[in-house]
Nanobody, 115 residues
Framework: QVRLVESGGGLVQPGGSLRLSCAASGSIFSINRRRWYRQAPGQQRELVAGISDGTTNYADSVKGRFTISRDNAKNTVMYLQMDTLRPEDTAVYYC?????????WGQGTQVTVSS
């Protein structure tokens, strides 16, 4: 069984920063893809950022503001550094990992950008 736990969400003013963390535990053999998604009220879940084999990719709406990374010492931890936050970044953020062909999801963490 694999479990993902996100942390680091909260309320921040426009222009501010937050760093989300995602820690995986359980039967972790080989993570071949790591992603962050978000879902705003009334919207579909969207891919925000991903990292696989050292290659990163980002949604156009967050390019240059968000950075996805992994902890090289702790293979089971990943991050999403979010800078210059905007009100439209408000959403529940989910981490996602793939092991083999199976996807695993965290429970989500709320990010609210508001003055």
């Amino acid at each position: 069984q694999v479990r993902l736990v996100e942390s680091g969400g909260g309320l921040v003013q426009p222009g501010g920063s937050l760093r989300l963390s995602c820690a995986a535990s359980g039967s972790i053999f080989s993570i071949n893809r790591r992603r962050w998604y978000r879902q705003a009220p009334g919207q579909q879940r969207e891919l925000v950022a991903g990292i696989s084999d050292g290659t990163t990719n980002y949604a156009d709406s967050v390019k240059g503001r968000f950075t996805i990374s992994r902890d090289n010492a702790k293979n089971t931890v990943m991050y999403l550094q979010m800078d210059t936050l905007r009100p439209e970044d408000t959403a529940v953020y989910y981490c996602n990992i793939r092991i083999g062909i199976t996807n695993y999801w965290g429970q989500g963490t709320q990010v609210t950008v508001s003055s």
